[in-house]
C-alpha cells in the first residue's frame, strides 16, 4: 500500500461512487472539495480517501470526508486509514501547521484518530451541514 496526493481528474469519480455506496446523508459535491487530500492505494485499486482544510493563518488544519472502498476487507482499510493520517499528519507538519482539528461520528475513525494522538475534547458533538 501506498499514500499519494489526492488526483482530482484521477480520483474524483471513484470517490465519489464511495460517498453513494457508504449511502451518506449528504450528495457528494466535490465542488467543495479543499485541495490537499490524500489516497491510499495497492496494486489492485485505491483503498480509502481524506481532504485536509487549511485555514488562511497557517496554523491550523481540519481533516475530514474520509470514506474507504466498501469492496475492501475492514483490516486492509485500517491500516490503510492509518498510513494514510500518518501521511497527512507528516504533511501538514511539514506545511508549517500546528494544528489538526476533526470531527468523526464514526467510532472506529474516532478511535483510530486516539491511537495517533488525538484527544477527544467533546464526546457529544453533532457533525451538521446545511446546503445552501
Known amino acids: 500500500m501506498k499514500v499519494r ?11 465519489k461512487k464511495w460517498w453513494a455506496e457508504w ?3 449528504i450528495d457528494f459535491n466535490e465542488s467543495v472539495l479543499p485541495p490537499l487530500g490524500f489516497v491510499v492505494e495497492d496494486e489492485e485499486s485505491l483503498i480509502s ?28 482499510a485500517a ?3 492509518n498510513l494514510m493520517f500518518n501521511f497527512a499528519e507528516d504533511e501538514i507538519r511539514n506545511r508549517g501547521y500546528i494544528f489538526i482539528f476533526s470531527v468523526f461520528s464514526h467510532p472506529h475513525l474516532t478511535r483510530l484518530l486516539k491511537k ?8 457529544r458533538a ?3 451541514i446545511k446546503v445552501l
Open 79 to 81: 491500516k490503510a486509514i
Open 49 to 76: 480517501n481524506c481532504f485536509v482544510y487549511e485555514d488562511s493563518t497557517g496554523k491550523a488544519s481540519f481533516l475530514t470526508w474520509v470514506v474507504t472502498n466498501k469492496e475492501v476487507d475492514r483490516s486492509k
Open 116 to 123: 495517533q494522538g488525538f484527544k477527544v475534547v467533546a464526546e
Open 23 to 25: 449511502e451518506s446523508e
Open 126 to 128: 453533532s457533525e451538521l
Open 5 to 15: 496526493i489526492f488526483n482530482f481528474e484521477k480520483d474524483v469519480k471513484t470517490i
